[in-house]
Every structure is written in structure tokens, then in C-alpha cells.
């Protein structure tokens, strides 16, 4: 698939995408110069397509340009992380750490 538009509602400290008229999202909170990836959903109908590592990029490209760290606190958002080492200087402490 082609890249889905993504975009940032701050307000509601969320990236949004629809693909097929399904609604996808990745919550985050933001804690100081920090924002922690709390959750990625992406339903079932539109799953397997790209959309959630589309939308964790989207908030890493966010970050970065803000100048702000990531905490991957979703497990989803972690394993992206892990698998995009040049993202790695972006990566905040763990919770609790």
C-alpha cells in the first residue's frame, strides 16, 4: 500500500489516518520533553498493511523535529523502534527508569 496521510491532533495527543474508511490511531502523552506512545490501533479490516509503523513514524518524524524523546511505552511501538536503529538517538528512558 501506499503511504496513508496522516495526521496530528494535538489536542487529543493523537496521529489519525483513515484507509478504506477505517479509523486508525496512536495515543500518546506528553511528559516534559518527552511524549510516551501509550497505544497503536489499527482494526482488523484494515490490518496488515503497513498503517501502524506508518503512524509510529509519523510520531517519531514529529518528535524529532519538535526536538523531543520518544518513550515506546506500547509494545508495538517498542518492536518498531528496535527495528528502525536510526531513530535509536530519539529513544527516552523506559517508564520507571
Known amino acids: ?5 496522516i495526521s496530528h491532533d494535538p489536542d487529543t495527543s493523537a496521529f489519525l489516518t483513515q ?3 477505517v479509523q486508525a490511531r496512536l495515543d ?4 516534559g520533553d518527552t511524549i510516551a506512545i ?3 490501533g ?3 479490516e484494515i490490518g496488515g498493511r503497513g498503517i501502524a509503523a506508518a503512524l509510529v513514524k509519523a510520531a517519531f518524524d514529529y518528535a524529532r523535529q519538535a526536538g523531543l524523546k520518544v ?3 506500547c509494545s508495538y511501538a517498542a518492536a518498531w523502534l ?3 536503529p536510526q531513530y535509536a538517538d530519539l529513544a527516552a ?3 520507571g527508569a
Not at 500518546?28 to 511528559?31: A, D
Open 28 to 31: 500518546y502523552c506528553r511528559i
Open 93 to 95: 528512558s523506559p517508564q
Open 38 to 40: 501509550t497505544h497503536t
Open 71 to 73: 518513550r515506546p511505552d
Open 19 to 21: 484507509v478504506d474508511g
Open 1 to 5: 500500500m501506499e503511504n496513508p496521510t
Open 42 to 44: 489499527v482494526p482488523r
Open 82 to 84: 528496535a527495528r528502525h
